[in-house]
């Protein structure tokens, strides 16, 4: 019986055991998810603040003329109170100077030594070209939430409100592994020979989430080397490619068993990709791939990323799909969800011709997968579908 993929999903984030949290210096934090939620320490800004260079002014003063009596620059606020007809001086990122309430912006303000007159329209109202204090944001407010993905924007949101540092999950140590003795490494000569690609693939695709990269490079179709080569790993998630589907060759299960494995599902209503399995080693999670190039890539995207992403503390790991319109007839799909290699031509979907999951320069073409749920009708262009974007 093939496993439907949500459920699959849903039984494969549900292994995972947590892991403690830690706080790392906000330059370390990219590409992390928070690990608890993140209050602001402090009020954004902190007082009044003048967003232009002008003069601050008294907006019932208008239309002036006033007496400047002093200035305020960013960090080095004037200390004393403006009374009626006064100005100062201010700068942008300034300090309102207590008694101000508007900034009267230079390009319509005419100075004279001490004396400064309305040259403009002025300010149209009260407040005009002043950010309040705690515009942004105020102490206690909550800047980011628990299991929100650490952009740049949320860390420079997270600096901005006191903190040097956050709380997130360790990297996860994820071990690569391809199998197969038709492999050669990336670069080799031997014209007969396959050129290993889904481990730098899976690198690739890795890339951007906190994981530090295990290279177990290339293992043979051996039973005895892969039971050596699984028990010795030390990481929080090994993952295989090849060897995964029913052949005489195909040794990934046998030498997890072996090592002391066990198997927690294996097959998935998936296309490409349904001789997945998820088991595990010890506290160390397995995820076997399949072979097919294409087939390590969805997997990957459906499973490896999510779970990474959930290890890592991402309250939503799931890829999600977004609408998209058919821009040609698709047949009915069969009882796997099938994630076809496409691309976006004019706003519009189109699938490519062939589909056989060891094509990667079809999938090197594609901007995006579209996706065919179990059992779907046929389906017409002009219809709306679902595709994951991949670049
Ligand atoms: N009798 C059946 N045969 C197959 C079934 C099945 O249900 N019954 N399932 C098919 C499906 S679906 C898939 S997908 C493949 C995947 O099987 P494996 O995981 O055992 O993959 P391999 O046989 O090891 O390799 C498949 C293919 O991919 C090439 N490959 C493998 N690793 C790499 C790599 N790291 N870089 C580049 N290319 C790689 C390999 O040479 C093979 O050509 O099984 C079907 N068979
Ligand atoms: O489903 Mo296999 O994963 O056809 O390539």
């Given at each position: 019986?093939?496993?439907?993929?949500p459920?699959a999903?849903?039984r494969?984030?549900a292994?995972?055991t947590?892991?403690?949290?830690?706080?790392l210096?906000?330059?370390?934090?990219a590409g992390?998810?928070?690990a608890a939620?993140?209050p602001?320490?402090?009020?954004q800004?902190?007082?009044?603040?003048?967003?232009m260079?002008?003069?601050?002014?008294?907006?019932?003063d208008?239309?002036?003329?006033?007496?400047?009596?002093?200035e305020?620059?960013a960090?080095?606020?004037?200390?004393?109170?403006i009374?009626?007809g006064?100005?100062t001086r201010?700068?942008?990122?300034?300090?309102?100077?207590?008694g101000?309430?508007?900034?009267?912006v230079q390009?319509?303000?005419?100075?004279d030594?001490?004396?400064?007159?309305?040259?403009?329209?002025g300010?149209?109202?009260?407040?005009?070209n002043?950010?309040?204090?705690?515009?942004d944001f105020?102490?206690?407010?909550?800047?980011i939430a628990?299991g929100q993905?650490l952009?740049?924007?949320?860390i420079?949101?997270?600096?901005t409100?006191?903190?040097?540092t956050?709380?997130?999950?360790?990297?996860?140590?994820?071990a690569?592994?391809?199998?197969g003795?038709?492999?050669v490494?990336?670069?080799?000569?031997?014209?007969?020979?396959?050129?290993e690609?889904?481990g730098?693939m899976?690198a690739?695709?890795?890339?951007?989430?906190?994981?530090?990269?295990?290279?177990?490079?290339?293992?043979?179709?051996d039973l005895?080397?892969?039971?050596?080569?699984?028990?010795?790993?030390?990481?929080?998630l090994?993952?295989?490619?090849g060897?995964?589907?029913v052949?005489?060759?195909?040794?990934?299960?046998?030498?997890l068993?072996?090592?002391?494995?066990?198997?927690?599902?294996w097959?998935?209503?998936?296309?490409?990709?349904?001789?997945?399995?998820?088991?595990r080693?010890?506290s160390?999670?397995?995820?076997?791939?399949?072979?097919?190039?294409?087939?390590?890539?969805?997997?990957?995207?459906l499973?490896v990323?999510?779970l990474?992403?959930h290890?890592?503390?991402?309250?939503?790991?799931?890829?999600?799909?977004i609408?998209?319109?058919?821009?040609?007839?698709v047949?009915a799909?069969?009882?796997r969800?099938?994630?076809?290699?496409?691309?976006?031509?004019?706003?519009?979907?189109?699938?490519?011709a062939i589909q056989?999951?060891?094509?990667?320069?079809?999938?090197?073409?594609s901007?995006?997968?579209?996706?065919?749920?179990p059992?779907?009708?046929?389906?017409?262009?002009g219809?709306?579908?679902?595709i994951?974007?991949?670049?």
């Amino acid at each position: 019986m093939l496993i439907p993929v949500p459920e699959a999903q849903r039984r494969l984030l549900a292994l995972a055991t947590d892991r403690p949290a830690i706080e790392l210096p906000l330059r370390d934090a990219a590409g992390h998810w928070a690990a608890a939620d993140i209050p602001a320490r402090r009020t954004q800004p902190a007082s009044d603040l003048s967003a232009m260079d002008g003069y601050a002014i008294r907006f019932e003063d208008m239309p002036g003329p006033w007496t400047v009596i002093g200035e305020s620059a960013a960090g080095r606020p004037f200390p004393e109170r403006i009374a009626a007809g006064q100005a100062t001086r201010i700068f942008t990122g300034a300090a309102m100077p207590s008694g101000a309430d508007t900034v009267l912006v230079q390009e319509e303000a005419a100075r004279d030594g001490a004396r400064m007159t309305l040259t403009g329209e002025g300010p149209a109202h009260r407040g005009r070209n002043v950010r309040r204090k705690g515009l942004d944001f105020v102490q206690g407010d909550r800047l980011i939430a628990a299991g929100q993905r650490l952009t740049p924007a949320r860390i420079a949101v997270a600096a901005t409100g006191g903190h040097g540092t956050l709380p997130v999950r360790p990297r996860v140590r994820v071990a690569i592994a391809a199998t197969g003795d038709e492999l050669v490494a990336p670069g080799s000569n031997d014209p007969a020979a396959l050129p290993e690609s889904n481990g730098a693939m899976l690198a690739a695709m890795l890339a951007d989430m906190p994981v530090d990269i295990i290279d177990l490079g290339i293992l043979p179709d051996d039973l005895d080397r892969l039971r050596d080569a699984f028990a010795r790993v030390d990481a929080d998630l090994l993952v295989t490619t090849g060897g995964a589907s029913v052949g005489d060759h195909d040794l990934v299960q046998p030498a997890l068993k072996a090592a002391g494995g066990s198997i927690d599902f294996w097959r998935i209503a998936l296309r490409p990709g349904k001789p997945m399995m998820a088991g595990r080693l010890g506290s160390m999670m397995v995820l076997g791939l399949p072979g097919n190039p294409i087939s390590a890539f969805v997997t990957t995207l459906l499973f490896v990323k999510p779970l990474i992403a959930h290890l890592a503390g991402a309250a939503e790991p799931l890829p999600v799909p977004i609408p998209a319109i058919l821009g040609e007839d698709v047949p009915a799909n069969g009882p796997r969800i099938d994630y076809l290699r496409a691309a976006m031509i004019d706003g519009r979907v189109h699938a490519a011709a062939i589909q056989d999951s060891s094509m990667l320069l079809t999938l090197a073409r594609s901007t995006c997968l579209l996706i065919r749920e179990p059992g779907a009708p046929p389906a017409r262009i002009g219809d709306s579908a679902e595709i994951l974007m991949l670049a």
